[in-house]
C-alpha cells in the first residue's frame, strides 16, 4: 500500500521525529511505499495567497477558491503545491505527525492544507464527506500533548481532547472523503522517562503493522 507521512515539527531529535521515522521504518519494512512531507527541513510556506499559482485568472481581485477551480482546469498550481497534492493523491493511508499546539495543529501544517486542499482538485461539486474525493483513502493522526492524559479527558482541565480534534477530523480529513482512523495521542512525552517513550514507540510501530486492518470510527463517538 501506499501511505503518506507529514511531519510538523521543528526538533529532529524530538518524540514527533522519533514518531516519525519509526513509522518509516516500520510500513517500509512491512513492504510498503513510503512518501514524505517533512514540512519544517522542507522549509515549506504556509502562506496561502496568489504564490500559490503559476498564473491568474483574476490579477484585479484575489478569490482563492475561484483561482483553485482555475488552476485545476488549466494544471497551474506553483510547483511545490503540485507535488504536495500528487502525494496526497497518490496515497491509500496519509498521516499527520505533529504536537497540539494551541488546540490544534501547528500553523506550518495548517498552511499546508490550506495550499494543498483545494477546490476542484480535493472538494467541490458535490464531493464531499461519503462522497468525498478521497473515499477510497484513510487518515491517521499521530500527535503528542504538553500534559498528562487526564488533563485530555471529559471534565479534565483542558478537555475532551477528541473535541479538539473533531475540526481536523470532520472539517479537514472526513469533508475531502477520508475515512479517518483512531488517533494516536502519547501524552506528555517531555514528562516520560526514556524507557516509557520507547514503550510509546513500540505501540506505534505494532499498531502500524496492522494498521490496514482498522477499521475507521466515526466521528464524534469515540
Known amino acids: 500500500m501506499n501511505i503518506l507521512i507529514v511531519l510538523a515539527h521543528p526538533e529532529p531529535q524530538s ?3 522519533a514518531m516519525f521515522t519509526t513509522a518509516i521504518e516500520t510500513l517500509r519494512a512491512a513492504g510498503h511505499e513510503v512518501k514524505t ?3 519544517y527541513a522542507m ?3 504556509p ?3 496568489q504564490g500559490n499559482f503559476t498564473k491568474l485568472q483574476n490579477t484585479t481581485f484575489y478569490k482563492q477558491q475561484l483561482e483553485e477551480l482555475h488552476a485545476t482546469a488549466t494544471g497551474s498550481f506553483a510547483a511545490d503545491i503540485e507535488s504536495e497534492q500528487q502525494k496526497v493523491e497518490w496515497c491509500d493511508l496519509m498521516i499527520w505527525q505533529f504536537p497540539l499546539w494551541w488546540f490544534s495543529v501547528p500553523g506550518i501544517l495548517k498552511g499546508w492544507v490550506d495550499r494543498v486542499f483545494a477546490m476542484g482538485r480535493f472538494y467541490g461539486e458535490g464531493r464531499l464527506y461519503e462522497q468525498g474525493v478521497f473515499k477510497n483513502k484513510k487518515a491517521l493522526l499521530s500527535l503528542t500533548t504538553g ?3 487526564e488533563a485530555y479527558l471529559k471534565g479534565g482541565l483542558q ?3 477528541h473535541n479538539m480534534l473533531k475540526p481536523i477530523h470532520r472539517g479537514m480529513l472526513r469533508f475531502t472523503g477520508f475515512h479517518v482512523l483512531r488517533p494516536q495521542i502519547i501524552y506528555g512525552p517531555a514528562r516520560q522517562s526514556p524507557a516509557m517513550r520507547d514503550r510509546e514507540l513500540d505501540q506505534w510501530r505494532n499498531r502500524l503493522v496492522e494498521v490496514f486492518n ?3 470510527v466515526e466521528i464524534g463517538t469515540y
Open 214 to 216: 482498522e477499521a475507521p
Open 43 to 45: 522549509r515549506f510556506n
Open 47 to 49: 502562506v496561502s495567497d
Open 147 to 149: 500534559g498528562r492524559e
Open 15 to 17: 518524540m514527533n521525529a
Open 159 to 161: 478537555g475532551d481532547i
Open 37 to 39: 512531507s517533512n514540512l
